[in-house]
């Protein structure tokens, strides 16, 4: 299974933007996705999850009102809006997947099996 982001780039505090995740070598459908970020020198954090089955959403504290996941399966992709952004935002942000992630396990790196390349987004103040 091979993730690919998109949708990063340079944009101002307040502006919003867009990532993508897509797979190839494997449908999305029914597999819990995620998305985590990590700043320069701090370690991988999660984001955002939705769950496989159900579509259970699960958003860290820093981001809840401001982020939303969604997936669309006819077109085997994942999304991220991102609102509101702040400063604080930038990072190079990862989608990843996994097999049997547990709900209490959302937003453990180590518990997604599949990385993709990563997407830098940078918001200026």
């Known amino acids: 299974v091979q993730l690919q982001a998109s949708g990063g780039g340079l944009v101002q505090a307040g502006d919003s933007l867009v990532l993508s995740c897509t797979a190839s070598?494997?449908?999305?459908?029914?597999?819990?996705v995620g998305w985590f970020r990590q700043a320069p020198g701090q370690e991988r954090e999660f984001a955002a999850a939705?769950?496989?089955?159900?579509?259970?959403?699960s958003y860290a504290d820093s981001v809840k009102g401001r982020f939303i996941i969604s997936r669309d399966n006819a077109k085997n992709m994942i999304y991220l809006q991102m609102n509101s952004l702040i400063p604080d935002d930038t990072a190079v942000y990862y989608c990843a997947t996994g097999s049997r992630i547990i709900y209490s396990s959302l937003a453990t790196p180590s518990a997604y099996d599949y990385w993709g390349e990563g997407t830098l987004v940078t918001v200026s103040s």
């Open positions: 070598g494997r449908t999305l459908r029914g597999y819990t």
């Open positions: 939705i769950r496989g089955s159900g579509g259970t959403t």
